[in-house]
């Protein structure tokens, strides 16, 4: 079956830090991948989205994700994070059909 | 101008209530989705509607039950309520292309508490 795996399931770190959030799914064909924000209270939204094409997708807010085709990873990055980027971060991916996959998504808390 | 909208926000019910949750979405989708979040966050799909039809039905009790009486309304209604049943319910919709899935567009969910 297919499953997206979030390997952080807590992260902290303090402002400016840097931030890496990985994602890895089990599926061997075309995916298309995706990472959602939820910050506290709200509802999920878009940060990001790889269909094709350049594996290195830039989202708002200066996040960035890589697609690794052979390590079946779509991980997030940040280079220096803010208070405001405290949040749940889901990876989530869709095999062509109807149904997307979450993954069990990241606390992320920004120390400021 | 809200693209996903949910009523209730908030609903705190006894159990063994029956109670309905709406949803509708302005942006032109074809597809819908109710999925359940957890109180650890975790976001499981529960049914997926795609042009008024069921496309995605997970292993959900028969006490849910969803209807779409046309592609910009999922409601979902629910018998029977019991306590596992407490969590926040999103709606979603998404245009879904002949390459799957595009961005799904989230409501602001609602929290059903069953005392």
């Known amino acids: 079956a297919q499953s997206v795996s979030q390997h952080n399931h807590h992260v902290i770190l303090s402002e400016a830090a840097s931030l890496e959030l990985g994602c890895n799914y089990s599926?061997?064909?075309?995916?298309?991948l995706f990472w959602y924000v939820q910050y506290p209270g709200q509802h999920l939204q878009l940060l990001l989205k790889?269909?094709?094409?350049?594996?290195l997708v830039k989202g708002i807010k200066g996040f960035e994700a890589e697609f690794i085709k052979s390590k079946f990873s779509f991980n997030l990055r940040k280079p220096s994070v803010q208070w405001s980027d405290t949040a749940e971060y889901f990876c989530?991916?869709?095999?062509?059909?109807?149904?997307?996959?979450f993954g069990a998504g990241t606390r992320l808390f920004v120390k400021a | 101008d809200t693209a996903v909208s949910q009523t209730p926000k908030y609903l705190v019910t006894q159990m063994g209530n029956d109670k309905s949750i709406k949803c509708e979405q302005n942006?032109?989708?074809?597809?819908m989705y109710w999925y359940k979040q957890d109180s650890k966050k975790f976001l499981k799909i529960m049914f997926s509607?795609?042009?008024?039809?069921?496309?995605i039905n997970e292993t959900v009790p028969n006490r849910f039950s969803p209807k779409s009486p046309d592609k910009a309304h999922l409601n979902l209604h629910i018998n029977s309520l019991e306590l596992g049943d407490s969590a926040v319910y999103f709606c979603?919709?998404?245009?879904?292309?002949?390459?799957?899935?595009?961005?799904?567009?989230f409501g602001p969910g609602t929290r059903l508490t069953v005392l």
């Open positions: 942006l032109g989708h074809d597809t």
């Open positions: 989530a991916v869709n095999t062509g059909g109807f149904k997307t996959i």
């Open positions: 509607y795609n042009n008024k039809e069921l496309i």
């Open positions: 979603a919709s998404s245009q879904v292309k002949s390459s799957g899935g595009d961005t799904q567009y």
């Open positions: 790889y269909f094709s094409g350049d594996p």
């Open positions: 599926y061997g064909g075309t995916v298309n």
